[in-house]
């Protein structure tokens, strides 16, 4: 894939992943005085134990699979057609880039879905 298309799915994707990881009511407790770490711990198990976010988890895990599915699918086609050496790079160290990447994406969204929770709810409290 090129940049452009990689981008256009992350941002799909991304918003997808926001979507399923945000909880329906966004109604915040105000607690006096906690601390940064306790806020950051509630709100990092609110947004993953609630109904939309298992389908955060399906979405992840089909994508992993297609992932593996689609690079291992390529590999096949190759060593059919006997353009096994041709290639320079396994397509299988492709797809564990892109699984990797995903990954890494989506821990990166959903720090950043925490913090944000985190913090709002820190500024109404104040």
Not at 30 to 54: D, E, G, W
Not at 74 to 89: A, L, P, R, S
Request: charged share 15%; proline share 2%.
């Amino acid at each position: 894939m090129n940049l452009l298309e990689i981008i256009v799915v992350g941002l799909i994707w991304g918003g997808l992943m926001i979507y399923f990881l945000t909880p329906f009511n966004l109604e915040l407790q105000v607690m006096p005085n906690i601390a940064f770490s306790q806020a950051f711990k509630r709100n990092s198990i609110k947004l993953i134990f609630h109904k939309k976010a298992f389908l955060a988890l399906v979405m992840l895990v089909v994508t992993l699979y297609y992932f593996w599915q689609f690079y291992g699918s390529i590999q096949v086609y190759q060593t059919i057609h006997g353009e096994d050496g041709f290639t320079i790079v396994n397509p299988k160290e492709h797809a564990i880039y892109y699984m990797i990447g995903t990954c890494i994406y989506t821990i990166l969204l959903y720090l950043l879905l925490v913090l944000r929770r985190t913090y709002k709810e820190l500024a109404i409290t104040k």
